[in-house]
């Protein structure tokens, strides 16, 4: 059998059965023909002929193009279960991924910002036309919600409870989580929805998803990023502020708050704690900055 064919049947296998979206799943076959370029250069024909020396190989190659670490890490997830699913298929005999791991990253705080702060940006949102009222209402809710930038896109008018002020949100590999949204960031939704989109779509033949672009057409992944960038320079142009940073933010703010660990990963989608655990380093470092500021007995 091809490679290509045995591709294929892995992409089969990964929207069929596990059942992934149509961006993770483009993704990975994103990886494996790089994979496939790579070893047709070395004049391997099947997954069959692969050994370790040629994935450590691989491996060089793309650390000597100065690719990142955690870009690498991905690439070897994606073969990893594709390894996994050949062996498991028997379209291969052996696993060259077994003796592969991980590349060490140095653990990063996500970036976030204060509370005054995101005030500040989402007040800063100029609202005297249609395009921006549509930012202030999109940019409120993703931080209301602590909505990835891909689930803001998908967000549909049906998933959207004004009566309870919830939201349904398709997140990553189609798992679907119920998340609320405050009185704030529904008033402004309801006002783009009913003063403003309407007369986005007007020349289109419409759509159910709630964001549009000024084309009346749904909103993409760039779009939302292009959005934020501006905001972002029009209020303060040394900030590094990109759309995980309302997510990121969110989650921060609600456990500064005394939301505990197991709610703040049910909003946030995480399947494992351990996900959602790297926002605990935050909140102990904002913790400590505001007990060295406050305590009486410290002089530093």
């Given at each position: 059998?091809?490679?290509?064919?045995?591709?294929?049947?892995?992409?089969?296998?990964?929207?069929?059965?596990?059942?992934?979206?149509?961006?993770?799943?483009?993704?990975?076959?994103?990886?494996?023909?790089?994979?496939?370029?790579?070893?047709?250069?070395?004049?391997?024909?099947?997954?069959?002929?692969?050994?370790?020396p040629?994935?450590?190989?691989?491996?060089?190659?793309?650390?000597?193009?100065?690719?990142?670490?955690?870009?690498?890490?991905?690439?070897?997830?994606?073969?990893?279960?594709?390894?996994?699913?050949?062996?498991?298929?028997?379209?291969?005999?052996?696993?060259?991924?077994?003796?592969?791991?991980?590349?060490?990253?140095?653990q990063?705080n996500?970036?976030?910002?204060?509370?005054?702060?995101?005030?500040?940006?989402?007040?800063?949102?100029?609202?005297?036309?249609?395009?921006?009222?549509?930012?202030?209402?999109?940019?409120?809710?993703?931080?209301?919600?602590?909505?990835?930038?891909?689930?803001?896109?998908?967000?549909?008018?049906?998933?959207?409870?004004?009566?309870?002020?919830?939201l349904?949100?398709?997140?990553k590999?189609?798992?679907?989580?119920?998340?609320?949204?405050?009185?704030?960031?529904?008033?402004?939704?309801?006002?783009?929805?009913?003063?403003?989109?309407?007369?986005l779509?007007?020349?289109?033949?419409?759509?159910?998803?709630?964001?549009?672009?000024?084309?009346?057409?749904?909103m993409?992944?760039?779009?939302?990023?292009?959005?934020?960038?501006?905001?972002?320079?029009?209020?303060?142009?040394?900030?590094?502020?990109?759309?995980?940073?309302?997510?990121?933010?969110?989650?921060?703010?609600?456990l500064?708050?005394?939301?505990?660990?197991?709610?703040?990963?049910?909003?946030?989608?995480?399947?494992?704690?351990?996900t959602?655990?790297?926002?605990?380093?935050?909140?102990?470092?904002?913790?400590?900055?505001?007990?060295?500021?406050?305590?009486?007995?410290?002089?530093?």
């Amino acid at each position: 059998m091809s490679m290509n064919l045995d591709k294929k049947e892995f992409m089969d296998y990964l929207k069929y059965q596990k059942h992934y979206s149509v961006l993770t799943i483009a993704a990975y076959e994103r990886n494996i023909n790089e994979f496939i370029d790579y070893l047709k250069r070395e004049n391997i024909t099947s997954f069959q002929d692969v050994q370790y020396p040629l994935i450590r190989g691989y491996l060089t190659a793309l650390f000597q193009k100065k690719i990142s670490k955690s870009t690498i890490n991905n690439k070897i997830s994606t073969l990893r279960s594709f390894y996994r699913f050949l062996v498991k298929q028997e379209l291969v005999d052996d696993n060259p991924m077994v003796l592969v791991e991980n590349m060490k990253v140095p653990q990063r705080n996500p970036d976030f910002l204060f509370p005054e702060e995101m005030m500040e940006l989402l007040d800063s949102i100029d609202v005297q036309s249609h395009l921006g009222i549509r930012n202030k209402a999109m940019l409120e809710l993703m931080y209301a919600s602590g909505l990835r930038c891909s689930e803001v896109v998908g967000l549909t008018l049906d998933c959207i409870d004004f009566s309870r002020q919830i939201l349904l949100v398709h997140g990553k590999g189609n798992k679907d989580r119920y998340v609320p949204f405050h009185d704030y960031a529904a008033q402004w939704l309801k006002t783009y929805i009913l003063e403003v989109r309407n007369e986005l779509i007007a020349k289109t033949e419409g759509t159910q998803y709630v964001f549009v672009n000024k084309n009346g057409k749904m909103m993409t992944n760039r779009g939302v990023e292009d959005i934020v960038d501006r905001v972002a320079k029009n209020y303060d142009s040394t900030k590094k502020i990109h759309p995980h940073t309302f997510r990121h933010s969110f989650a921060t703010h609600l456990l500064n708050a005394g939301a505990d660990l197991r709610t703040v990963q049910e909003l946030l989608g995480h399947e494992n704690l351990s996900t959602t655990q790297i926002y605990t380093h935050i909140t102990k470092e904002h913790l400590r900055d505001v007990y060295l500021k406050a305590h009486p007995r410290n002089i530093s």
